[in-house]
Nanobody, 116 residues
């Protein structure tokens, strides 16, 4: 059964770092483009970062550019989102999504809270 599972969220102080993981089972992440999204309380879901596996290109929302880095470990079939210099406005549930030619998969989300 195809599944995405996020992990690595938690409570961190402003200026701190977290690394989120998105582990796939039942399919190969390298066959998909991978995106990280987030949804803050009372707000819509927004795109944070994307990795296009066909050419390795990456994209970031302006709000996270220079602070977040998306990467993939093909051997482990995991995509990471390294987040540094976290701000209170980064507080949200973070989701990963695998987009393929036929199917898309979403994870269940992981909570990130940035607060002192």
């Amino acid at each position: 059964q195809e599944k995405l599972v996020e992990s690595g969220g938690g409570l961190v102080q402003p200026g701190g770092s977290l690394r989120l993981s998105c582990a796939a089972s039942g399919f190969i992440l390298d066959d998909y483009s991978i995106g990280w999204f987030r949804q803050a309380p009372g707000k819509g879901r927004e795109g944070v970062s994307c990795l296009v596996t066909t050419d390795g290109s990456t994209y970031y929302a302006d709000s996270v550019k220079g602070r977040f880095t998306i990467s993939m470990d093909n051997d482990k079939n995991i995509v990471y989102l390294q987040m540094t210099n976290l701000k209170p406005e980064d507080t949200a549930v973070y989701y990963c999504k695998a987009t393929g030619s036929l199917y898309d998969y979403w994870g269940q989300g992981t909570q990130v809270t940035v607060s002192s």
